[in-house]
């Protein structure tokens, strides 16, 4: 067989590849919902730097999810672009991608395999390259001896860095992570809070990351964005100037949570609830 | 080990069960032949070819009416979980046919296609299709949508995303139907050969009919006795592995 000119070795598609550039202008999307029309993202415009970590906050229904959604190319906007190093988004695509809150794994593949689903659709690899990149990524997330496993038998921590290492294996230029951890228990979040800003500094990734975990948020990001609900919208940005990596438990972390959770405790007092029956 | 000897224990204590019954004459030994005389029968059906013989018949018949239900059945399955439109009219119809007990097409396909083969394998797929595309369809529609999701954010769509997500994720509920629809093609075939003669092979349904017109109890239990086997073998050979395979990588089951 001979080999398309465009071919790339495993040492090649394992370089780190330029983080993209994303740019939200405007965006805007309701949803029908049994109580009338939401309007769960209000032009809404955010720019995210290159390799830049940007964590979304918001209490639950605050669009952070949708527009999350939005960017993946998931679902379309009712108006407004988002563009992703200058190319606007039309559909999912695998420079750009999304880890659920849910694990999301594939039942029917073992371990390996599911790191290889992204992998076995770029057709300008061979099969040893593919497994090479796999196992690369599957031992980056501590996992080399599970290879064969099928996933059921993994704990809810080993599943979402299985998840991680599937995302992370087609070396997309964004990861789009939809509260990946809330579902573990607070061990294993904190090693993965490690894990993720280790990967992140070697893979060099735009990591667009939703959660509505302060502490979490102040962690992980460059910048965290505080979304308010009905309309979504930003309201606030904090700037998180703290060296990496971070410890969850450091002091001046804390100081910085503070300010984000008063901040969105502001937003719940001043936000008109709905009368109670 | 232990479960086998139980087993065989269960089975050794139905056999002795039967021998009493028959010496102490609870029935006519017209009606109730001696383990020892059906094994008889059995011995020489074996010797002198008729048993094989009927035996690759009915499995011909049965292979082949199956075969072709399941072709059928998968894409008439995905179309309905595809389109609102193909479940309206293909999903109901199936939905309908499916309660019809597969005896009723034998007195039509007697009409239609006369004391032939073709009117057997009319029965069989009669019998498998509608079960094969409505387990297909439930399976299809019970694939979780995130599985959807997160492969079409690695790139996955069209016929991909059926062959490498859709169809392995439905698989569970198509085993199923495989299975059902394997159990509903044995009964109408049974139900075929025992109401229709036909010249182009005496299958075991008919060696069974026979042994009624010849009042052979010892033929009847026979014959009866290999269409049990020859389901409990392909349940244990075929269906069985899959089956455990399934609960193994689902996680479904400790089996």
């Keep these: 067989m001979t080999r398309p000119h465009d071919y790339s070795t495993a040492k090649e598609e394992l370089q780190p590849i330029a983080p993209s550039k994303l740019v939200i202008e405007n965006v805007s999307k309701s949803f029908r919902a049994s109580s009338g029309t939401v309007l769960a993202l209000d032009r809404v415009s955010l720019n995210v730097a290159e390799g830049e970590f940007v964590c979304l906050v918001g209490a639950s229904g605050c669009g952070k999810s949708t527009l999350l959604s939005i960017i993946a190319g998931l679902e379309k906007p009712d108006s407004g672009t988002v563009f992703a190093d200058g190319k606007r988004v039309s559909g999912p695509g695998r420079e750009r991608l999304v880890m659920f809150q849910e694990p999301a794994l594939f039942p029917w593949l073992n371990v390996l395999s599911n790191v290889l689903f992204g992998l076995n659709l770029k057709h300008n690899l061979s099969r040893k390259d593919r497994l090479d990149v796999a196992r690369y990524y599957l031992e980056l997330v501590g996992l080399t001896r599970f290879e064969r496993a099928n996933t059921h038998e993994l704990s809810g921590g080993m599943k979402q860095r299985v998840a991680l290492a599937r995302a992370l294996a087609p070396n997309p230029r964004v990861l789009l992570m939809d509260e990946p951890f809330a579902a573990l228990d607070a061990l294993t979040r904190d090693q993965l809070y490690g894990d993720l800003q280790k990967i992140w500094q070697a893979r060099r990734k735009t990591i667009v990351f939703v959660t509505h975990n302060v502490r979490e948020a102040a962690c992980l990001g460059d910048r965290v964005l505080l979304f308010s609900p009905h309309p979504g919208r930003i309201q606030e940005e904090f700037v998180i100037d703290l060296p990496r990596p971070r410890d969850i438990n450091r002091i001046d972390l804390a100081e910085y949570a503070n300010r984000i959770s008063t901040a969105l405790k502001d937003i719940g007092r001043t936000e008109r609830k709905p009368a109670l029956v | ?255």
């Design chain 2, 1 to 255: 080990m232990k479960r086998f000897i139980l087993a065989a224990l269960f089975f050794g204590l139905m056999l002795l069960a039967w021998e009493w019954a028959y010496r102490a004459k609870l029935w006519s030994p017209v009606l109730l032949p001696a383990p020892g005389q059906v094994a008889v029968y059995l011995k020489e059906a074996a010797a002198d070819g008729t048993l094989a013989h009927a035996t690759i018949i009915t499995m011909r018949r049965l292979l082949v009416g199956y075969l072709v239900g399941l072709i059928g059945g998968l894409p008439l399955g995905l179309l309905t979980a595809r389109w609102n439109v193909a479940r309206d009219t293909i999903g109901t119809m199936a939905l309908g046919l499916q309660t019809l007990p597969s005896v009723c097409w034998v007195p039509l396909a007697l009409l239609w296609f006369g004391q032939s083969e073709a009117a057997m394998l009319f029965v069989v797929v009669m019998g498998t299709l509608w079960s094969v595309v409505i387990a297909t369809e439930t399976g299809v529609r019970n694939v979780p949508p995130i599985y959807r999701r997160a492969a079409m954010t690695m790139g996955s769509k069209g016929l991909h995303m059926w062959l490498k997500v859709v169809l392995p994720a439905s698989l569970p509920f198509i085993v199923s139907g495989m299975k059902q629809g394997w159990a509903f093609a044995w009964r109408s075939l049974m139900a075929a050969e025992i109401f229709v003669t036909i010249l182009t092979g005496f299958g075991l349904g008919q060696l069974l009919h026979y042994g009624r017109e010849l009042s052979a109890m010892e033929q009847v239990i026979g014959i009866m006795l290999i269409i049990v086997v020859i389901g409990l073998l392909v349940d244990k050979i075929f269906f069985s592995p899959v089956e455990t395979f399934l609960h193994r990588r689902w996680g479904t089951s400790n089996a």
